[in-house]
């Protein structure tokens, strides 16, 4: 554990530096507030920190103060070291974002004790931050795959196709289906099938960029998304995607399976106005295409997809219901 001393008094400082090394914690030693301010803030800041109240430039307080505000996380612990014992004070100290404060001249031993359960909070933080992380992993990505689940990529879908328009950008939609994956599943069993599911994802999230975005749509239906794109660009990109699952055997529990991906795209490009829903239509009716031409190519949307689309976007009330 590293902890930073903030401390004008040469002596103080370099007391508080003695002891904290002979205690077995790694010490950053600054001789005022504008110096442990700038330490603070750094990416790889001290996850603790022993402050003076009074200093040059910023004093404890004003360090306290500007830290909670500017970077909630990842916590810090802030203790202060104070001539002051007035209750005004101490009020004053903890509501500036201090988590404790000490009263000099401290006893070795007092300090110690603070400084542990100042371990033990920031343990406890560190716990709460991994289980809130994990839950929101769990809430947004498939359990089996890994990948982004159908809410998060359709939100995502959403957010991307108002974002290309808004900066006059294009935007690539795929919509990706494993070829006779039922057989695969009826054949050899869901373990096998899990495997196929597992190790295509892994493919296809190795050949995209890392602002590109992968979801599970469906069953064996995944939802590609390839900001910046244009039809060409698309269409490239899903052949790169389509060989990449091709390229090897898949290895599962009921032995190595060859697996083919049938792929419908569309680019926002040539349609700018149209909805999620519609682009969504487009690249559904093209992967419809790429089924019935023989499995395992890509087929880019056109305009009969589009006239499609059209008139299914028609076809139902603004509630998303089927008209009389």
């Known amino acids: 554990m590293r902890i930073l001393i903030a401390d004008d008094e040469p002596v103080s400082r370099r007391m508080l530096q003695v002891l904290l090394v002979k205690w077995g914690y790694e010490v ?47 916590y810090t612990y802030m203790l202060l070291l104070t001539a002051k014992d007035a209750k005004e004070s101490v009020v004053e100290g903890l509501e500036s974002g201090a988590d404790d404060y000490l009263t000099k001249p401290f006893n070795p031993q007092e300090l110690k004790a603070r400084i542990r359960v100042g371990l033990r909070l920031l343990d406890l933080e560190d716990n709460l931050v991994q289980a809130r992380e994990v839950m929101r992993f769990k809430a947004t990505h498939d359990t089996l795959t890994g ?20 900066e006059g950008q294009s935007l690539g939609v795929l919509i990706a289906d494993l070829d006779h994956f039922k057989s695969v599943n009826d054949t050899y069993g869901h373990l096998a099938g899990d495997a196929v599911l597992q190790e295509i994802s892994k493919r296809m999230q190795a050949d995209v960029r890392p602002y590109d975005s992968v979801g599970r749509y469906g069953g064996e239906e995944f939802l590609v998304l390839f900001p910046g794109c244009n039809t060409s660009a698309a269409r490239d990109a899903a052949d790169r995607l389509r060989k990449s699952i091709c390229r090897g055997l898949v ?18 490009a040539e349609w700018p106005k149209d909805n999620p829903s519609q682009i969504l239509q487009m690249a559904d009716s093209a992967l419809y295409r790429a089924k019935e031409e023989g499995r395992n190519r890509v087929v880019m949307a056109g305009a009969a997809d589009h006239e499609e689309a059209q008139r299914a976007s028609l076809e139902l009330s603004p509630s998303g219901q089927q008209k009389e």
């Open 147 to 166: 990948v982004w689940n159908r809410g998060a990529i359709l939100e995502t879908l959403d957010k991307e196709i108002w974002r290309s328009r808004r």
């Open 28 to 74: 950053i030693a600054v001789e005022d507030g504008d110096a442990a301010w700038e330490k603070m803030k750094a990416p790889d800041a001290p996850r603790m920190a022993l402050l003076d109240w009074m200093m040059p430039g910023q004093n404890g307080v004003e360090v306290c103060r500007a830290l909670r505000n500017q970077r909630p996380e990842p």
């Open 251 to 268: 290895e599962t529990p009921a032995g190595n399976l060859a697996v083919t991906m049938s792929i419908g795209g569309v680019s926002t």
